[in-house]
């Protein structure tokens, strides 16, 4: 069992793709991913944005991001963490989403180095040799490159679903 999800991250990064600590919803046929740290408000975020927009929430602490040549597509995966949602649903992928806890409300769009660290972060690897190393790093910064990604420091209400939402729109 140890030995598959050893190379889990490293196959994948073969596919263009990784697996990120997020969850990720369905809002009008893209998909938007909310990554942190366990316990900095994933769930909650997708779930306000479920309740005051509709969206649709499709894993609930996981999800893969491919990155090819048309494009950047996050897949829902069979993994779920507590809220145990986990639905099999890919879609184009509109924005990367970081959280943070915060008395009030602000968004800011992150790029370059700090975009590609941020979601290095946030993601699930094993860089045991240089070239395994060398695949991830591109593929991160193809993600980093194609799609945006935002610092969300939020309060969990409905205050940060029209903070990220104002952005998002005029992106």
């Given at each position: 069992?140890m ?30 991913i ?33 990155a090819?040549p ?11 963490g507590?809220?145990?949602i ?8 509109k924005?990367?989403v970081i ?9 800011k ?13 946030n ?10 190393s060398?695949v991830l ?5 193809d993600?980093?490159?194609k799609?945006?990604?935002?610092e969300?420091?939020c ?17």
């Amino acid at each position: 069992y140890m030995w598959p999800v050893v190379a889990l991250p490293y196959l994948l990064a073969m596919k263009r793709t990784v697996m990120v600590h997020a969850s990720y919803i369905d809002v009008g046929g893209e998909g938007i991913i909310f990554s942190a740290p366990c316990g900095t408000g994933k769930s909650t975020q997708a779930a306000l944005w479920e309740k005051h927009r509709g969206a649709e929430i499709i894993n609930g602490d996981k999800c893969a991001i491919t990155a090819d040549p048309d494009g950047v597509t996050v897949h829902g995966v069979p993994f779920a963490g507590t809220s145990g949602i986990c639905k099999n649903k890919s879609l184009p992928l509109k924005a990367i989403v970081i959280l943070k806890q915060a008395p009030q409300n602000s968004v800011k769009r992150l790029g370059g180095a700090l975009a590609v660290k941020a979601l290095t972060e946030n993601i699930y690897h094993d860089m045991a040799t240089a070239a395994e190393s060398a695949v991830l790093m591109s593929l991160i910064m193809d993600i980093c490159e194609k799609t945006p990604l935002y610092e969300l420091s939020c309060t969990p209400d409905a205050e940060a679903v029209c903070a990220l939402e104002k952005i998002l729109r005029s992106s």
